[in-house]
């Protein structure tokens, strides 16, 4: 039988066999930005990127400038958009004839969303011959054996370059791998319908040659397959008069060729869904023989390698009725449909594509499909064996949830996520409508675990987070994001939770109504917080409270807390997002575990009050007592305890006066804290020395020796047994003095450094001064080191006469508060009436107690002061830096150095026997009104004697800063003291200390120095390294004609 009425024809849509189909006729081949070979007239192939298929198409240049045929020249040229949006015009500019961006072109631009989906419905309601036809009535051949007819064509200008053979093994040969392919077209249907469909292809011996070049075909201005079905009738009237029987290709036995492909020689070049593309459509009854007539058909072409993706999808529409899984709307990327996971969508990769979703191979009748509408658990979902699970709609038919294991390996390779795919179907869909209402929406969709709708917003063709698994995605639910909602809006009450994670075998469970959960619990025992309270949440007293349908649960307390010391019964109310709920009933017993918080006092120094410490009475005491704090979380009233003694022990006992205190306090639940502090007893307060002499006076001065015995007494606050010794017994004349005789030693039996009191001293003197004194001196020190210094003097008088003057107790005393003194003459004074201050005082203007034993003399370099001189504070330090005292105009014995010298600061004394007074000022002018005198009143013995001195009133002396030693400081020391001296200019400098007796103990300096202020320190040892005892010493420093000495005194 020939083909009969051949024009117009319309191409069939291809939907379910037991539906009617839409009056749109035809099946895509889509593409998605692939990068093609299109034609200029001039036959120049130029590459484009192409979205769409055979009903509307997107057509860019590489870098992303839209193009359109010039209708005048058919030339591709860059487009714009039209002013009104609805459609894009031609440039003029050839494509690769100029920089697209100096046209003012702006890359990817579109047309209406309502202009594109207008022209896709016009391409796809081109009227079918038979109009209205109920394709319902016609059954797809995709199971069992059934045989196709492959028919091969050529051109002239187009010629075949595979061979038939290689044809034939790709369409039929097992494991089939040519060009990198997964197997053949017959391969991929038996392995994704687990052996139910065995397809094969008679495929024409040779190819035919069509009477028209392709470009005749091809012609992008001419609709779709319009002069290729012409091709396809005379090919199959070709085969029909080679004798092939055509009764072989009807499987089913409904009066239809099952399958009849055209593969064609070559590609199509003429884009914007022209010409040749790739596509399926009925021609029911175009063409019959042999019994049988046409009634589907698929063109694709060879390209320059055979790849099987888009010649299955073709199949795949022909063979199974199965209808186009992406969006047909505007550019053909309004939505991405169901991605690359299946492969009448985005077969992923054009020689292993990804196999045909679960609807496909469901409405195909392969594989394993069990319908539950009960509840089940754990429900084996092995992949690669279609496995495929139903939930039906129970108030409509045509929706129902298709459940599958997807996984990346062997055809599914290319899918975009591994796991559990969970679909959606409405037959009454498309998944050109992606607005996901109840009256637009996709037939088939893919509920994506991530609930981002990539694919229905076209971000993407599927991606990582798309297919179910544990951890993460493990529960589809009515009320999660997705949900199990009906497109009409009502609720299915579906849940599928338990999903296991991703791989070969997984898992699920399906509950198809809602039960409510089981409440589970266990007693609690929390420890109090800060506020006595037990925080205890319901997670704490849930025991593993579920629910059946593994919705989700909150859980509740009451009484809600927070929960005081004690039991307290609450129950637990355990509710599913349904509203569903169950109880169970607990204890919470809250326990105080906290201790205490203790805060000790800061550790405390204090002084020494009595011989062992000071008691713990002590008001020292007082505030550190006090200063202990402690508080608890649930007891008011904690007991308080501390272990501290009577008696703080002082620096003489054996802890040496630390004592640590603790603290400890503890609450009513028995919890208790420590903490400690220390209590330091320290003695800064020196002891205290008394010393008397017997005999005080030695006469007569016949030269013979004379045993003296001194009686020490001591004493101090914390130290019961103080240590004294003897630092030192001296004499102011040497041992052989003019007109004492030739005798030695004079001082005898002084062990010095012990606890000594026995000496024997030598009755003599030098005949023509006022008498000799010895003097010794004891110090004493307690256990802290703290300690004090006395003499004692032993007098040898000029006369018997003096005795009695030389035992009275004489004071100076100044009643105004000005202190001045009178120099006179040159001459060198030796009067023969003695004196000596002992312990006295001078008071006001800031004067302190006088010590007579520390001082000595400075040396004047020459400078003649004036017969009066007066000086109080020069340097404003509050300490005055001169003082002069003595008993009468005529007697000159008492000189005193210029400025403080030992840091105490009191002013120092000293008898001496030289007129030169001595005075270090420095480069200080003194006027004279500021020289004067006045010596209010002297008390000797018991007389009391009131002189009036004169001064120069016109006087006034400027003294240069002199060479000489400046300061020694400190002094006393222990153990180092620094020496300070000043040189005017250059010169050689000696500095060396010396004992009482004269001898040399160290030198310091021996060098030459320049001009100005030097200093430095001496530790108290010996030019061999070693200690030296207690005592008095003297600087002694030599510069040119220059001697100045200094007095300091070393205590150990």
């Not at 870098?63 to 045929?69: A, E, M, P, Q």
């Not at 009036?948 to 180092?976: C, H, K, M, Q, Y």
Request: glycine share 8%; net charge negative; hydrophobic share 35%.
């Amino acid at each position: 039988m020939k083909h009969q009425l051949r024009f117009p024809v319309c191409l069939a849509l291809l939907c379910l066999a037991v539906l009617t189909l839409h009056t749109s006729s035809a099946s895509a081949a889509p593409v998605f930005g692939e990068v093609w070979q299109l034609k200029q007239p001039d036959g120049t192939l130029v590459d484009v990127r192409i979205w769409g298929d055979e009903f509307y198409q997107v057509v860019e240049s590489l870098d992303g400038y839209t193009l359109t045929r010039d209708p005048a020249t058919m030339v591709i040229c860059y487009a714009r958009l039209s002013s009104d949006g609805n459609t894009l015009e031609s440039t003029g500019v050839e494509l690769g004839s100029r920089n697209p961006a100096t046209l003012g072109l702006t890359p990817h631009v579109r047309i209406s969303d309502e202009a594109a989906r207008a022209a896709v419905d016009q391409a796809r309601s081109r009227p079918l011959n038979q109009p209205g036809m109920d394709k319902g009535a016609y059954f797809p051949s995709i199971t069992g054996n059934v045989k196709g007819l492959c028919i091969l064509v050529d051109f002239d200008d187009q010629s075949a370059t595979i061979a038939q053979s290689e044809v034939d093994d790709f369409c039929n040969m097992i494991g089939y791998t040519g060009n990198g392919n997964n197997g053949s077209i017959r391969d991929y249907f038996s392995d994704t319908s687990d052996g139910i469909f065995d397809y094969t292809q008679y495929v024409s011996p040779t190819y035919y040659r069509a009477p028209n070049d392709f470009s005749w075909y091809d012609d992008p201005d001419e609709p779709w397959l319009d002069r290729g079905l012409q091709l396809l009738f005379e090919a199959l009237d070709q085969l029909e008069a080679d004798g092939l029987d055509f009764s072989q290709f009807d499987a089913n036995g409904d009066g239809y060729i099952d399958a009849v492909n055209m593969f064609y020689a070559g590609s199509t070049t003429a884009g914007w869904a022209k010409g040749m593309w790739p596509g399926s459509g009925w021609i029911q009854d175009e063409w019959s023989a042999d019994g049988v007539a046409t009634l589907r058909f698929q063109f694709t072409g060879m390209g320059t390698g055979l790849t099987i993706a888009t010649y299955l999808h073709e199949n795949g529409h022909m063979l199974g009725f199965w209808p186009d899984l992406y969006d047909y709307d505007t550019d053909a990327d309004d939505s991405a449909g169901i991605g690359a996971f299946g492969i009448m969508c985005n077969s992923g990769s054009s020689t292993n594509p990804v196999e045909p979703c679960a609807y496909n191979k469901f409405i195909s009748g392969w594989g394993n499909v069990t319908t539950y509408a009960t509840q089940q658990f754990d429900i084996p979902t092995p992949a690669s064996s279609n496995t495929i699970y139903k939930f039906d709609n129970p108030g409509a038919a045509n929706e129902y949830w298709l459940v599958e294991n997807r996984q990346q390996t062997a055809r599914d390779a290319n899918i975009p996520d591994s796991g559990l795919a969970i679909w959606h179907i409405e037959t009454n869909g498309n998944n050109s409508d992606n607005q996901m209402t109840p009256a637009n929406h996709y037939l088939v969709t893919l509920v994506q675990a991530d609930g981002n709708w990539d694919l229905e917003n076209n971000v993407n063709q599927g991606d990582g987070t798309d297919l179910w698994g544990a951890p993460t995605y493990t529960a589809l639910r009515p009320f999660t994001s997705p949900n199990t909602d009906w497109w009409d809006g009502s609720a299915s009450d579906f849940t599928f939770f338990d999903i296991s994670a991703s791989g070969p075998d997984m898992t699920f469970s399906f509950n198809p109504a809602n039960e409510p959960p089981v409440a589970a619990c266990q007693n609690v025992q929390v420890s109090a917080d800060d506020d006595c309270n037990g925080i205890v949440t319901p997670a704490m007293v849930d025991a593993g409270s579920s629910d059946p349908d593994g919705d989700p649960i909150t859980l509740e307390l009451s009484p809600p807390g927070p929960y005081a010391l004690g039991v307290t019964d609450v129950t637990l109310t355990v509710t599913d997002d349904k509203g569903e709920f169950d109880t169970c009933n607990a204890t919470v017993t809250v326990v105080d575990t906290t201790p205490p918080m203790v805060t000790c006092p800061a550790d405390i120094v204090i002084e020494c009050t009595e011989p062992g410490g000071v008691s713990a009475t002590d008001g020292q005491l007082t505030a550190f007592f006090a200063a202990f704090m402690a508080e608890d979380n649930c007891d008011d009233d904690l007991d308080i305890m501390n272990d501290a003694p009577a008696i703080f022990d002082g620096p003489c006992e054996v802890g040496g006066g630390v004592t640590v205190v603790t603290w400890t306090a503890t609450d009513d639940a028995g919890n208790s804290a420590q903490c400690a502090a220390t209590v330091t007893v320290v003695d800064t307060t020196p002891p205290e020395i008394e010393v008397t002499v017997d005999p005080q006076v030695l006469w007569p001065p016949n030269h013979k020796m004379v045993d003296v015995e001194y009686t020490v007494t001591v004493s101090d606050v914390c130290d019961p047994n103080p240590a004294w010794e003897m630092v030192s017994l001296t004499s102011n004349e040497p041992e052989d003095d003019l007109g004492d005789g030739t005798t030695e030693p004079d001082i005898m039996g002084a062990d010095l450094g012990t606890a000594d009191t026995s000496v024997s001293l030598r009755s003599e003197r030098e005949g023509l001064l006022t008498g000799r004194i010895y003097q010794a001196t004891f110090m004493v020190t307690d256990c802290s080191g703290n300690s004090a210094l006395t003499t004692a003097n032993v007098y040898v008088p000029r006369s018997k006469s003096d005795i009695g003057t030389i035992l009275s107790s004489s004071s100076l005393e100044t009643s105004e508060t000005e202190v001045y003194y009178m120099v006179s003459g040159a001459s060198l004074w030796r009067k023969k009436i003695p004196v000596e201050f002992i312990g006295g005082e001078v008071e006001g203007d800031g004067l302190r107690t006088v010590d007579p034993q520390s001082a000595f003399i400075t040396n004047t370099a020459g400078v003649v002061l004036p017969s009066a001189f007066y000086m109080k504070d020069i340097d404003d330090d509050e300490i005055p830096d001169v003082l002069l005292a003595f008993p009468q105009p005529a007697l000159m014995n008492l000189i005193v150095e210029s400025q403080e010298m030992d840091g105490d600061p009191v002013m120092v004394l000293e008898v001496g026997r030289e007129m030169f007074m001595v005075l270090d000022l420095g480069n200080i002018q003194v006027s004279a009104p500021d020289l004067g005198f006045i010596i209010n009143s002297l008390r000797e013995g018991d007389g009391e004697d009131e002189r009036n001195l004169d001064r120069d009133p016109e006087s006034t002396v400027t003294v240069a800063r002199t060479t000489g030693i400046t300061s020694t400081a400190p002094n006393p020391f222990n153990p180092r003291t620094t020496v300070s001296f000043y040189l005017p200019q250059d010169g050689h400098v000696d500095l060396s200390v010396f004992d009482v007796g004269g001898r040399l103990i160290n030198r310091l300096v021996s060098e030459t120095l320049t001009a100005g202020d030097h200093s430095v320190a001496w530790t108290g040892t010996d030019t061999r390294g070693g200690r030296v005892a207690s005592g008095v010493y003297f600087f002694r420093m030599r510069t040119g004609d220059v001697v100045d000495t200094k007095r300091v005194l070393l205590i150990k």
